[in-house]
């Protein structure tokens, strides 16, 4: 706070706040603000954002002063990253080899920007091995995972639907891949997803509607019909 | 080959309640025809180099959304990208959107492309990754080009979207002459500056 006092005051509407929205999620004051803080001329304040609090969420932020003529602040959201050094990133479409020590799991992360249904595959050259997928670097593996695949007949692999309710646009999932036995592994580890796009020719009227079979309007509403994520975005070329 | 000029109308209808689009676009350049569209590299909420209805306040009880913008290109085939991020902002129960899209591109002249660059404000406004974008693409779309991009930025009424934001206030002044804060093709939206976030408001 450059000069003055001022209260900072923060909100949040994501897929899971069904009972928020934009309005109500814009703070009015500490009584509706899921966080607060309060800061004093000279001095700095922060509200930490845990990355996995909620999926797809859109962040509110007020600062209250008392007098705007004396009052000056700077005001900074900045991502904060991991303390701990990050896994190497899995791409999509492009393949990684692994060498997988006995006993040593081998960690990967991936992000996905397109809700289409994904594959991710480990061709087995020598060995067996399970592979986890979860939500926390630290702790996926048998005891914490989301999906699991083991390799039979060489391959372990896991298809996710669009419609897995475990399956979040942009959210970091981690892979940890561990030989099953005494024996090491060597894997071809790939994550595969074709995202659907919808060509938009010039000067032509595209509707993008629903695709379902029967259309009342008790299917159109989540608590009947979608417990999944939603569809978010749609990719479109022109 | 030389120089295409052309101006891009996007108009969005809302067919379903609360629909509140955000457009991300990347415009590309080939030689020859893509072969699979699926594989363009398309942007994202964190990596584009236009964006549209970036201010929901702005934006609720539309329900129609138009966006125009320029562009140039030098390649034979010349595409945008585009992800359009359905929004309803928990204003209803539905979860999936219902929308019509319409495109149209028109050719126009250089004289009327610098003239509408000319309108615009000089100070463009672009995501954080404009710069990677400016480095991995110079192939692919001149610089003229994302520049002229960030345009139709402008020309709505959004604000940067950038990953480490930082935003100063300073106390209340008596307000700058008129002439100092505009440039005059620059719609009423776009004409505040930067600072009217204000010191007490929501952001």
Redesign the interface.
């Known amino acids: 706070m450059?000069?003055g006092a001022a209260r900072i005051m923060l909100q949040q509407?994501g897929q899971k706040?069904?009972a928020?929205?934009?309005?109500?999620?814009?703070?009015i004051d500490e009584s509706n603000a899921l966080e607060y803080r309060d800061v004093q001329q000279g001095a700095t304040n922060a509200i930490p954002i845990a990355g996995g609090s909620c999926y797809t969420c859109?962040y509110?932020?007020?600062?209250?002063?008392t007098d705007?003529?004396?009052?000056?602040?700077?005001?900074?959201?900045?991502?904060d990253e991991e303390a701990a050094p990050e896994d190497p990133q899995l791409v999509n479409g492009v393949p990684a080899q692994l060498y997988v020590a006995a006993g040593h799991p081998v960690k990967r992360r991936f992000i996905l920007?397109?809700m289409d249904h994904w594959l991710l595959q480990a061709q087995v050259a020598t060995g067996a091995v399970d592979v986890y997928v979860g939500l926390n670097s630290a702790t996926v593996g048998p005891q914490d995972y989301l999906w699991k695949a083991s390799s039979a007949g060489g391959v372990a692999s896991l298809a996710i639907k669009t419609t897995d309710v475990r399956f979040h646009l942009?959210t970091f999932y981690y892979v940890s891949v561990q030989a099953v036995s005494d024996a090491d592994a060597l894997i071809n580890l790939s994550l595969k997803q074709?995202?659907?796009?919808s060509?938009?020719p010039?000067?032509?009227?595209?509707?993008?509607?629903?695709t379902r079979t029967v259309r009342t309007g008790a299917l159109?509403?989540?608590?009947f019909q979608?417990t999944s994520v939603?569809?978010?975005?749609?990719?479109?070329?022109? | 080959m030389s120089d295409v000029y052309f101006r891009v109308k996007i108009s969005i209808n809302q067919l379903s309640p609360s629909f509140y689009p955000t457009l991300y676009l990347k415009q590309l350049g080939f030689a020859s025809r893509p072969a699979s569209l699926a594989a363009l590299p398309f942007p994202s909420i964190v990596d584009y180099q236009m964006e549209f209805g970036g201010n929901p306040f702005a934006m609720l009880t539309k329900t129609k959304f138009e966006y125009t913008f320029t562009g140039v290109s030098s390649q034979y085939y010349s595409m945008y990208t585009m992800a359009l991020y359905q929004h309803t902002w928990g204003l209803t129960d539905m979860r999936k959107s219902e929308y019509e899209i319409m495109v149209q591109a028109d050719a126009i002249s250089k004289a009327e492309y610098d003239s509408e660059r000319q309108g615009s404000s000089s100070r463009p406004v672009v995501s954080s990754s404009r710069e990677a974008l400016v480095e991995a693409a110079p192939a692919q779309q001149p610089a003229s080009a994302l520049e002229e991009s960030s345009r139709g930025l402008q020309s709505t009424e959004s604000e940067p979207v950038v990953r480490d934001a930082s935003l100063e206030t300073q106390p209340i002044v008596p307000a700058a002459p008129e002439s100092a804060l505009s440039s005059p093709a620059l719609s009423q939206e776009s004409q505040q500056p930067q600072s009217s976030i204000g010191s007490d408001g929501g952001m």
């Open positions: 450059l000069e509407t706040d069904l928020n929205n934009i309005y109500t999620a814009d703070p859109w509110f932020i007020k600062v209250q002063v705007p003529k004396k009052a000056a602040y700077r005001i900074t959201v900045s991502q920007d397109s942009a074709q995202r659907s796009v060509f938009i010039n000067n032509h009227d595209s509707t993008f509607a629903l159109l509403f989540q608590k979608f939603q569809e978010q975005v749609k990719f479109h070329v022109f």
